[in-house]
């Protein structure tokens, strides 16, 4: 009887490791898809200002606006990048 429950506690701990790190990488992928459709809306709404500039004659702030775009579309691409990574090493 106390081999029976060693076994199992043994079988359970080494499953319990897998499962943990199965977990933390399923909840890393959708803090990753999160913050990738924040910063979707953020340039969405960046294009909105954008216009407004522009149809105002306030070229210098739209232009200050398009490099900060820029910037949120690198970090997005390699969000992008960091996703599809972790993904293929799930055999997705």
Same mark, same amino acid.
Request: cysteine-free; hydrophobic content about 45%.
């Given at each position: 009887m106390k081999t029976i429950i060693i076994v199992l506690l043994l079988l359970g701990g080494i499953l *319990? @490791?897998?499962? #943990? #790190?199965?977990f933390a990488q399923i909840g %890393?992928?959708?803090? &990753? &898809?999160?913050h990738m459709r *924040?910063?979707?809306?953020?340039? %969405?709404?960046?294009? !909105? #200002? @954008?216009?407004?500039?522009?149809e105002t004659n306030h070229t210098s702030e739209a232009?200050?606006?398009? !490099?900060?775009m820029d910037v949120k579309i690198d970090h997005m691409n390699t969000m992008f990048n960091d996703l599809v990574w972790e993904l293929s090493n799930r055999g997705h």
């Open positions: *319990f @490791i897998p499962l #943990q #790190q199965i %890393a992928s959708e803090q &990753m &898809m999160s *924040f910063t979707h809306s953020q340039l %969405a709404n960046n294009i !909105d #200002q @954008i216009k407004q500039l522009l232009i200050t606006l398009l !490099d900060g």
